[in-house]
């Protein structure tokens, strides 16, 4: 993966170019990335896919839980990996474990083992291992690491419990990486500043690629 | 009259031919694929396009209920509203009204029936679909008739196919624009051969730019099926489109086919297709089954459609019935089974090549030689040969 800022504004607003995988063109960012089910945005099959604009349109969300119990992850890779089971080669794949329709975190089912997601196979605990086993089959342009989402409405210690689970998972989920692809280290800590930050802290310590800000919008 | 019917090649009662409509030139024999509402379930207009599709159908009792043919006409027709620059065809809007409206009476005057928006009292008369239809602007209309299940016996048929007589007369003074529209007479007369052919013969005296074959494909046995449409094809003029309303099976359309019928049109494609279920060579492959789970083969290898190109059946099942993306590509696919389906036999009734296609149809259908006893007896109608696929021993494998 390859990223560089082009240009700022006045304030923290900036402009860059993001060049990943497969992806022919580089694509300008802020980006918005398409939300999509099982790989493909809802309605839009692949051949209709070109009327949306290029390159911007290349840059697709998808979580690895919406799978489960449908597609194994040996099934997955037998294939060969998200990209050929789509047949989009020229697209961009970013794995985020939550989206915001199907895959919700469940934070009061979550443990220190796993982060707990209400899913279309219903609840599901997914420990690092697990989750780095999906990643693996799947190969992903681009991966968020597993992390303990938390609501703004939850206690201190909760909120502080959720960071230090979050920096454990990314550890765990970098040392099993075995998929490549450019991995975004998750960033928790609520509405708390301090959490906040000092969960970035930690995260920059590791060797990731990019950050991935969770639960900006909870209930 | 708003069309040309062109006869290109033959095989005995088969033929293929080049008909002109005002909106395209299509070759037959062809299936339409039915878009109910102003659209085909799952796919863009530009996707039929490239899968080659000729004519669609549109339903006019549910165009007349949503959006009303008044806007439809209004906005310039139903070809401009769903921007399809191809053919269509409606048909009358009485099937839905007998097949869906359980309080539907039919009575000289027309189909009456409660309206399902407001339950207030309508009649559908063969004016008002010949006007409805006329607003739509479809190139083919259909007149109203009388239909009745093949299944019912009694007087009723006898009854259903003069009243279906009397009303193509009235069809015919309502309908204003000949040049632009054709209006098809459609067959009826129950599984009875007196009645089909008095009713055969009433239509071809009013000499209609083509003619339908009706009241079948509603569970009457195949046999008294084939039957009917070999009896309708051979007393029908040869120089004009012959139409079985309601036939979507593969093998009824090969069948047909051989029997000299020209176009088709069924839900079935689309339908099946929402049931999770792929139209293959071999008949049909059912895409919820377990077994599709890790089956990464594409859903028919010999298929050069978009989806088994680029999907294999385990993904297929993943999304059949849990995802709207599954119904898309698997009606996607099933469509575009149909229309080469239709391709295949015009151009191997063009090369000379029809019997050698339809027993590589049926072996590929019934590998063990067990095709049913209703096909091979029209086959021997329709004069092909097709020994070489019915025998449990093929000669081929000495």
């Given at each position: 993966?390859?990223?560089?800022?082009?240009?700022?504004?006045?304030?923290?607003?900036?402009?860059?170019?993001?060049?990943?995988?497969?992806?022919?063109?580089?694509?300008?960012?802020?980006?918005?990335?398409?939300?999509?089910?099982?790989?493909?945005?809802?309605?839009?099959?692949?051949?209709?896919?070109?009327?949306?604009?290029?390159?911007?349109?290349?840059?697709?969300?998808?979580?690895?839980?919406?799978?489960?119990?449908?597609?194994?992850?040996?099934?997955?890779?037998?294939?060969?990996?998200?990209?050929?089971?789509?047949?989009?080669?020229?697209?961009?794949?970013?794995?985020?474990?939550?989206?915001?329709?199907?895959?919700?975190?469940?934070?009061?089912s979550t443990n220190k083992t796993g982060a707990s997601f209400e899913t279309p196979c219903g609840r599901r605990l997914i420990k690092p291992v697990e989750y780095m086993?999906?990643?693996?089959?799947?190969?992903?342009?681009?991966?968020?690491?597993?992390?303990?989402?938390?609501?703004?409405?939850?206690?201190?210690?909760?909120?502080?419990?959720?960071?230090?689970?979050?920096?454990?998972?990314?550890?765990?989920?970098?040392?099993?990486?075995?998929?490549?692809?450019?991995?975004?280290?998750?960033?928790?800590?609520?509405?708390?500043?301090?959490?906040?930050?000092?969960?970035?802290?930690?995260?920059?310590?590791?060797?990731?690629?990019?950050?991935?800000?969770?639960?900006?919008?909870?209930? | 009259?708003?069309?040309?019917?062109?006869?290109?090649?033959?095989?005995?009662?088969?033929?293929?031919?080049?008909?002109?409509?005002?909106?395209?030139?299509?070759?037959?024999?062809?299936?339409?694929?039915?878009?109910?509402?102003?659209?085909?379930?799952?796919?863009?207009?530009?996707?039929?396009?490239?899968?080659?599709?000729?004519?669609?159908?549109?339903?006019?009792?549910?165009?007349?209920?949503?959006?009303?043919?008044?806007?439809?006409?209004?906005?310039?027709?139903?070809?401009?509203?769903?921007?399809?620059?191809?053919?269509?065809?409606?048909?009358?809007?009485?099937?839905?009204?007998?097949?869906?409206?359980?309080?539907?009476?039919?009575?000289?005057?027309?189909?009456?029936?409660?309206?399902?928006?407001?339950?207030?009292?309508?009649?559908?008369?063969?004016?008002?679909?010949?006007?409805?239809?006329?607003?739509?602007?479809?190139?083919?209309?259909?007149?109203?008739?009388?239909?009745?299940?093949?299944?019912?016996?009694?007087?009723?048929?006898?009854?259903?196919?003069?009243?279906?007589?009397?009303?193509?007369?009235?069809?015919?003074?309502?309908?204003?624009?000949?040049?632009?529209?054709?209006?098809?007479?459609?067959?009826?007369?129950?599984?009875?051969?007196?009645?089909?052919?008095?009713?055969?013969?009433?239509?071809?005296?009013?000499?209609?730019?083509?003619?339908?074959?009706?009241?079948?494909?509603?569970?009457?046995?195949?046999?008294?099926?084939?039957?009917?449409?070999?009896?309708?094809?051979?007393?029908?003029?040869?120089?004009?489109?012959?139409?079985?309303?309601?036939?979507?099976?593969?093998?009824?359309?090969?069948?047909?086919?051989?029997?000299?019928?020209?176009?088709?049109?069924?839900?079935?494609?689309?339908?099946?297709?929402?049931?999770?279920?792929?139209?293959?060579?071999?008949?049909?492959?059912?895409?919820?089954?377990?077994?599709?789970?890790?089956?990464?083969?594409?859903?028919?290898?010999?298929?050069?459609?978009?989806?088994?190109?680029?999907?294999?059946?385990?993904?297929?099942?993943?999304?059949?019935?849990?995802?709207?993306?599954?119904?898309?590509?698997?009606?996607?696919?099933?469509?575009?089974?149909?229309?080469?389906?239709?391709?295949?036999?015009?151009?191997?009734?063009?090369?000379?090549?029809?019997?050698?296609?339809?027993?590589?149809?049926?072996?590929?259908?019934?590998?063990?030689?067990?095709?049913?006893?209703?096909?091979?007896?029209?086959?021997?109608?329709?004069?092909?040969?097709?020994?070489?696929?019915?025998?449990?021993?093929?000669?081929?494998?000495?």
């Open positions: 993966m390859k990223f560089s800022v082009k240009a700022w504004s006045n304030g923290r607003a900036r402009a860059g170019v993001l060049l990943l995988g497969g992806c022919p063109y580089p694509i300008e960012t802020p980006a918005l990335l398409l939300t999509t089910r099982k790989g493909l945005p809802i309605f839009i099959s692949p051949d209709l896919l070109p009327s949306l604009p290029s390159p911007d349109s290349h840059l697709l969300q998808f979580s690895p839980l919406h799978f489960l119990e449908d597609l194994s992850p040996k099934t997955i890779s037998d294939i060969g990996g998200l990209h050929q089971i789509l047949g989009l080669h020229e697209y961009v794949f970013s794995a985020i474990p939550r989206d915001s329709i199907l895959c919700l975190p469940e934070c009061n086993e999906m990643i693996s089959s799947m190969k992903p342009n681009l991966w968020a690491t597993l992390a303990d989402e938390v609501p703004a409405w939850v206690s201190e210690k909760r909120n502080k419990a959720s960071v230090d689970r979050t920096v454990t998972w990314l550890d765990d989920c970098i040392r099993l990486n075995q998929a490549g692809g450019a991995v975004f280290g998750s960033i928790v800590g609520g509405l708390s500043v301090e959490e906040r930050l000092r969960c970035a802290k930690e995260v920059m310590k590791r060797n990731v690629s990019g950050f991935f800000c969770c639960s900006l919008f909870s209930a | 009259m708003a069309l040309r019917f062109e006869i290109l090649g033959r095989f005995n009662r088969a033929r293929a031919a080049q008909l002109t409509l005002p909106h395209f030139v299509c070759q037959t024999p062809l299936f339409m694929p039915v878009g109910t509402q102003g659209t085909i379930k799952g796919l863009a207009t530009n996707q039929l396009e490239e899968i080659g599709c000729q004519i669609i159908l549109g339903n006019t009792y549910h165009l007349a209920l949503r959006p009303t043919s008044e806007l439809i006409d209004e906005l310039g027709g139903l070809h401009k509203f769903m921007n399809w620059p191809r053919a269509l065809l409606t048909d009358s809007g009485g099937f839905q009204m007998v097949s869906l409206l359980h309080l539907a009476d039919i009575t000289e005057k027309g189909v009456t029936f409660q309206s399902p928006v407001d339950g207030k009292p309508m009649l559908l008369t063969p004016e008002e679909s010949i006007q409805i239809q006329s607003r739509i602007g479809a190139d083919i209309i259909m007149a109203l008739d009388d239909v009745v299940r093949t299944t019912i016996t009694g007087p009723r048929i006898e009854e259903a196919m003069y009243r279906t007589l009397r009303w193509i007369d009235r069809c015919i003074a309502a309908h204003k624009r000949p040049h632009e529209q054709n209006l098809f007479g459609i067959v009826q007369g129950g599984l009875d051969p007196v009645l089909r052919d008095i009713c055969v013969k009433g239509l071809v005296d009013r000499n209609l730019p083509g003619y339908a074959i009706g009241g079948l494909a509603g569970g009457e046995d195949k046999d008294s099926f084939w039957r009917v449409v070999a009896q309708c094809t051979a007393a029908l003029p040869e120089d004009k489109p012959r139409y079985v309303m309601g036939v979507g099976y593969p093998l009824d359309i090969v069948v047909c086919s051989a029997l000299g019928a020209d176009m088709y049109d069924c839900v079935y494609p689309t339908r099946t297709a929402r049931f999770g279920t792929a139209l293959v060579p071999e008949g049909v492959l059912k895409l919820k089954h377990r077994a599709m789970a890790d089956d990464i083969r594409p859903i028919d290898p010999t298929c050069e459609c978009m989806v088994c190109k680029n999907y294999t059946r385990a993904y297929i099942h993943c999304l059949v019935t849990k995802d709207a993306m599954g119904s898309q590509l698997l009606s996607y696919h099933n469509l575009y089974y149909m229309m080469k389906l239709s391709r295949d036999l015009n151009s191997s009734i063009i090369q000379g090549q029809f019997p050698e296609f339809v027993c590589k149809f049926l072996q590929k259908m019934f590998p063990k030689g067990d095709v049913p006893e209703w096909v091979c007896n029209a086959m021997e109608v329709a004069g092909i040969d097709i020994s070489s696929c019915c025998a449990p021993f093929t000669t081929s494998q000495d």
